[in-house]
DNA sequence: TTACGGCCATGACACATGTCACGGGTGGGG
DNA sequence: CCCCACCCGTGACATGTGTCATGGCCGTAA
């Protein structure tokens, strides 16, 4: 029997999903959890054989959880996400997650990448397993990165430049040059992008 | 035996409210889709009982079907949404809809609100009917409103100004007048929360 | 009719923002 | 070692943005 977890902020979804694999005889959902830090919580309690975490959760998201299991359990993490883009898949990958699969796809499939998980394999959603060897990779900066998600809010310079202890002149700097290799110009615009493409 | 068509743009919680509904005895669902214009076409031609529509869709959203559909078929439209504030649903009652229900509610409810619609009944979800009565509605201007929309992608001032034929400084008052009501400091954090309270 | 209040529009002014040129510091190759 | 790329900071300048006072338009009430 694998034993598994739910975490999606979205009520509807996580309990359609719960629902669904109940009616599958191998699979046992063990926990439902509507925020990052809940399931950490619940999976360090009931260490169930999967995790299958939304991207987008309050308080913690999909990849901080499995950052965090990682370290302290031997749960394997699938990650669910609406944006699915190369750049998310990166991050998911880099923390540690055994799989990787967009809201796109049919919940049937759901089942089946449980299964091969637990399973000790990896599973990762193909199209954008080849979008992502077409390079997208961020041409950002790790300073200028923080700049922007620190800025994502339309917060004011000052504001960025007290959060991060830099002078006005170097958050400003940073954006220019933000806006420069995003061919953008302005910032809310170069806030999107990033988002979009995953970066952030 | 009530005959429902489905919209929604993320695949995965539609085939799972699709396989979810499909286990009720008296519900069948005569469609799928996956964006507002799809749902418009096969609701004329299939006339389904109850519509259940995604506010957030490509092309048309839920309102706008639901507008469409009350003009031309007998059908009654349940508009499901992640972002359940007042104005939202106060748009989605003026448009004609027949029920509202948020997407934290839990997946069970959903066949119930379709047999109390499909019954000629209406169903809005209690907790967001009494917040809209304790009368959030936008203090926004009509023009306000549509200038923050021309912006809402950090579009520049000028470029405002050309879609909707104004001069640069009217842009600008406009938006000077809306960052007063709300009470916020920049064109960035104006829309933010004019989305999150469902204005625009 | 006049007076009033709303919405819309405009232009002038102060300030925040983006751009540019510059320099110091650090760390990693050739 | 030098060179290079990146990061951090500064200051001056042009441009964009928010604020304000003002006036026209229209519907309503006195």
Redesign the pocket.
Known sequence: MIRVLLADDEGMIRSALAALLRLEPDIDVVAECSDGAAAVADAERLTPDVCLLDLEMPRLDGVEVTEKLNRTTATRCVIVTRHARPGVLRRALASGAAGFLPKSRSADEVAAVIRRVAAGGRYVDPEIAADALSDERSPL????L?VLRAGRRGE???QIARTL??????V?????AV??KLAV???QQAVLLAEERGWI
Chains 1, 2 share one sequence.
């Open positions: 900066t790790d300073r200028e923080d004011t310079t000052g202890s830099l002078a006005p002149g170097t400003r700097n940073h954006i220019s806006l420069g110009d302005s910032r």
